[in-house]
């Protein structure tokens, strides 16, 4: 594909359901990170995945947060029982990888979550 | 841990001008450096990759430096035109390769 593409753009749910965010990064970037940017704030590191690798997953804040990469692409960030806090804009990223370097990012245009 | 400040954090200046902007972080052994550009409501766009091998990058109107001694980088907008606004993000690798953001400069530029 052209670039890193996200879905939905746009997501309202009420607080307590679950809700799945999709990132479909570049073709052939072993390096997949999600981040949250809440409004007036910097952009937050949520988890990290990097090849076959396991994922770095410190970021998170809290077990409600999971995110899987299947078969090396595509990635599914889920939020369980959601809260009015999460409520941000979630970017997704990738790249590749040097050697012991952080490649150059490529970020989607992010879901703008919403939790009423 | 890595931090990442960048200064000002808001600026608003006529078409025309020459800017500087400002990224400083303060654990100076890094790989490279990378600078974002975030339109409202959208996501980043990556500006200038610059090595820690390398003292500066360009692009078009655009000129990064980078100081690893002084944990410092600038962000040089040559010739600022109204379409250049938008927040610009630094970003160095912390531990384990993820980043650390600082938290942008919002830049606006009138005609």
């Known amino acids: 594909g052209a670039g890193v593409s996200q879905s939905p753009s746009n997501k309202v749910t009420e607080k307590g359901k679950d809700v799945e965010l999709r990132c479909d990064p570049i073709s052939g970037h072993t390096a997949l990170y999600w981040y949250r940017q809440s409004l007036g704030q910097g952009l937050e590191f949520l988890i990290y995945?990097?090849?076959?690798?396991?994922?770095?997953k410190s970021g998170l804040p809290s077990d409600r947060f999971s995110a899987e990469r299947t078969g090396g692409s595509v990635s599914t960030l889920t939020i369980q029982r959601t809260q009015q806090e999460d409520s941000a804009v979630y970017l997704c990223a990738s790249s590749l990888q040097g050697q012991g370097a952080l490649g150059e990012q490529y970020f989607g245009p992010g879901t703008r979550l919403t939790v009423t | 841990k890595q931090e990442v400040t960048q200064i000002p954090a808001a600026l608003s200046v006529p078409e025309g001008e020459n800017l500087v902007l400002n990224c400083s972080f303060t654990d100076s052994a890094i790989y490279n450096l990378q600078w974002f550009r975030q339109d409202p409501g959208k996501g980043l766009t990556s500006l200038l990759l610059i090595q820690s091998s390398q003292r500066e990058q360009t692009s078009g109107r655009l000129n990064a430096s980078l100081d690893k001694s002084s944990g410092r980088s600038t962000l040089y907008i040559a010739a600022s035109q109204p379409g250049d606004s938008a927040t610009y993000l630094c970003a160095v690798p912390g531990g384990s390769y993820i980043p650390t953001f600082g938290r942008g400069t919002s830049l606006i530029v009138h005609p």
């Open positions: 995945f990097q090849g076959n690798s396991a994922p770095d």
